[in-house]
DNA sequence: ACTTGTTCAAAACGATCGTTCAAAATTAAA
DNA sequence: TTTAATTTTGAACGATCGTTTTGAACAAGT
């Protein structure tokens, strides 16, 4: 009776709560614009409670990505056959970034701006950047890919997932159009054609 | 007579330099992370010139992104020939990012966490999005380019746009190559080749 | 010389920032 | 039950935020 509404405020995790809250502010609003008492406030916990469990707003942020760095950790890629790596990498990244949506503009927004908490941050994107180069070296040494420039052709792959999904704030754009299934398998399949013909694999 | 040039030209001095500390700071540390004090430090100019010249920080802001309103305002685009126009619209658009990359960073910043002063900039970058839009549907009216979901081709485009030039964090994965040119035009090149070879044109 | 209007500098405003601390509340161990 | 350890709370800290106020400095018009 009493104990159900406790028991139900206790089941989440505090610790869960203000991860959850400062994950939605902090993309929705810079880390700098985001206050510690609105995400207390936003999670419905004290406000040195943030301090208490993650030792300040810095190591938050940083909490906020470690499931990420332990996703990038672990992906790996065939490289000898380089399409399909390259089909696998965009695949996987356009899923990520569906599901990550906020993960993903909280690093977009720190990296614009090169933040210092960046370099804390470097596990959560390096290792993505190292794979798709290894990916586009294999495919044009194997003379399955094309392309003059790896800078270039890095950069072209990664503004192609990243822009895979529609920013909301650019729906005007597009309203007089039925709204586009949100779906990330076919976005992937969208991309995937657009940036093989890119590079014209055979 | 003198003196009317000298105040005229102190006048536009302070305002223009706390523009440049303004653009400068704000792309380096986001407009929440950046503060008046620190603008008029770096402008060299006392604190409350900021709110007497442009009426405050938002307003400093948009003061910012006028000669970009323009720049885009007078754009236009044959559409009776859209490669063409695409390969202008990505020149165009490559070598005011070139120009423009703290106006660029800021842009985005702001895009990315759905800002409420997002709707004063709009001028700023719906044009473009527009331009890019009518230029591809006039491409697959003609049958000269090929996609399937406008809304994916116009953001795999701006994708390689915004992506055309290196950043400036993400070196390190790149760090054993010789550094690459730091040139518009060349950028540019590369984008059109790559980018209508994913719309594969004829 | 006196007024008028503009530009700049210094100080101060109230508000909010991230963090800390002592005490209360809760849980775990004995 | 008593004790010890942990978690939460509310208040308070000093620092910094954007803006406003006040008045000095200066040029132009009367």
Redesign the interface.
């Known amino acids: 009776m009493v104990n159900e509404e406790q028991q139900q405020a206790q089941e989440k995790d505090v610790k869960e709560k203000i991860l959850g809250a400062a994950r939605k502010l902090f993309?929705?609003?810079?880390?700098?614009?985001t206050s510690v008492r609105h995400i207390c406030d936003e999670a419905g916990v004290a406000l040195a409670l943030v301090s208490y469990h993650f030792g300040g707003k810095d190591k938050l942020l940083y909490a906020l990505f470690e499931p990420l760095n332990e996703h990038f950790a672990k992906l790996s890629f065939h490289l000898e056959e380089p399409v399909e790596a390259l089909k696998q990498f965009i695949r996987g990244f356009v899923a990520y970034r569906y599901e990550n949506e906020e993960l993903i503009?909280i690093l977009?927004?720190e990296?614009?701006?090169?933040?210092p908490r960046?370099r804390m941050l470097s596990n959560a994107y390096?290792p993505s950047?190292?794979h798709l180069?290894a990916i586009l070296e294999a495919g044009k040494r194997q003379g399955e890919l094309h392309?003059?420039?790896?800078?270039?052709?890095?950069?072209?792959v990664?503004?192609?997932?990243?822009?895979?999904r529609?920013?909301?704030?650019?729906e005007?754009?597009?309203s007089d159009?039925p709204p586009?299934e949100d779906d990330a398998a076919q976005?992937a399949e969208?991309?995937i054609?657009?940036?093989l013909?890119?590079?014209?694999s055979r």
């Open positions: 993309a929705g609003k810079g880390f700098e614009g503009h977009q927004q990296m614009m701006m090169q933040s960046l390096y950047w190292e180069r392309y003059e420039s790896i800078v270039h052709a890095v950069h072209f990664m503004g192609a997932v990243i822009f895979s529609q920013i909301p704030f650019l005007p754009v597009f159009l586009v976005a969208h991309i054609r657009l940036v013909h890119g590079l014209h």
